[in-house]
């Protein structure tokens, strides 16, 4: 019957059979993500973890949405994420009530390549000046000395410079 009280019969297709006790749920499910920490930063490829336990009617799905995409898609196995740059995800789940948990989001930065130092010959001066330079880290760390200069971005990359003195000789 419809809501009218007709005697209209429409064949819907159930995404879920509940029982009767899990009518009664009334509770999102909560995701949790592991692997990552949100604002972390990671020097080589993260795998990411998303879990929803739902203790009474059981979770129907899971989806996530990644930076530069903007449809949702069915979390079936852990995510591997290897590109250089600042990852948001987007995520939740849905319990076979019909329950949806709102929306979580987190961001991380993965830098696997070491910063480069760059110099230059100042002729005013009479001396080199050096600097260094990242795709990722836009001001690299850069400590010099009498016989060496190291680069070292946010996540922990370095690269190094030593000088050699050749003899005059």
């Known amino acids: 019957l419809d809501a009218l009280g007709n005697g209209i019969t429409v064949s819907v297709g159930?995404?879920?059979i509940l029982s009767?006790?899990?009518?009664g749920d009334r509770i999102p499910p909560v995701t949790t993500l592991s692997g990552v920490q949100d604002?972390?930063?990671y020097r080589s490829g993260v795998t990411v973890n998303l879990a929803a336990p739902d203790a009474q009617?059981?979770?129907l799905?899971?989806?996530?949405?990644?930076?530069?995409?903007?449809?949702a898609q069915a979390y079936t196995a852990p995510l591997v994420i290897s590109q250089e740059g600042t990852t948001t995800i987007q995520y939740y789940?849905?319990?076979r009530a019909g329950n949806n948990e709102a929306a979580r989001?987190?961001?991380f930065l993965i830098d696997a390549t070491p910063p480069e130092i760059g110099t230059a010959f100042d002729i005013a001066t009479d001396s080199f000046r050096f600097f260094a330079l990242d795709t990722v880290n836009l001001a690299p760390a850069l400590v010099c000395n009498a016989t060496e200069c190291t680069a070292t971005d946010d996540a922990g990359n370095t690269a190094k410079l030593v000088f050699k003195v050749k003899d005059k000789k």
């Open 93 to 95: 789940s849905v319990d």
């Open 61 to 71: 799905y899971t989806k996530y949405i990644l930076t530069g995409t903007s449809t």
């Open 57 to 59: 009617s059981g979770v």
């Open 14 to 16: 159930a995404d879920a």
């Open 105 to 107: 989001t987190i961001s």
């Open 39 to 41: 604002s972390g930063m």
């Open 20 to 23: 009767p006790d899990d009518i």
